[in-house]
C-alpha cells in the first residue's frame, strides 16, 4: 500500500505561485503520478497526468502554466502552478499507479487525501 501526503496548499492572488508537493511512503521508481482536482460543484478532472507510457499530459486549461516533476530521491513529486486564475481554485489530488510491464496504468490505485488552493481575483 503507497501513502501519498499533499502539502504546499493555501490562498493566492490570481497571478501568483504555488508549487504543490505529494510526497509518497515509499520509493516512487516504479510509479505513475498525477495530480487531479475538483472545484465546488464540480466533477474531479485531470489536471496532469501520464500517459501509457509516462509523458505528462496536461489540461488544456493549465497548458503552459502548470508544470509536473519529480524527486526521486526524496520520494516526492510536484506540481509548479504559475499564472494562478480564479478558476484553477479547487482541491487538488495526488494519484498513483504501479508501473506494469513497462506502461503506466489506465487507473491510479493510490490517491492522497487532497488539499484546498483557492485563488482570488
Known amino acids: 500500500q503507497v501513502q501519498l501526503v499533499e502539502s504546499g496548499g493555501g490562498s493566492v492572488q490570481a497571478g501568483g505561485s504555488l508549487r504543490l508537493s505529494c510526497a509518497a511512503s515509499t520509493s516512487t521508481s516504479q510509479l505513475c503520478m498525477g495530480w487531479f482536482r475538483q472545484a465546488p460543484g464540480k466533477e474531479r478532472e485531470e489536471v496532469a497526468v501520464p500517459d501509457r507510457v509516462g509523458r505528462s499530459i496536461y489540461a488544456d486549461s493549465v497548458k503552459g502554466r502548470f508544470t509536473i516533476s519529480r524527486d526521486y530521491s526524496k520520494n516526492t513529486f510536484y506540481l509548479q502552478m504559475d499564472s494562478l486564475k480564479p478558476e484553477d481554485t479547487a482541491i487538488y489530488y495526488c494519484?498513483?499507479?504501479?508501473?506494469?510491464?513497462?506502461?503506466?496504468?489506465?487507473?491510479?490505485?493510490?490517491w492522497g487525501q487532497g488539499i484546498q488552493v483557492t485563488v482570488s481575483s
Open positions: 494519484a498513483a499507479g504501479s508501473v506494469t510491464l513497462g506502461f503506466c496504468p489506465r487507473q491510479f490505485a493510490y
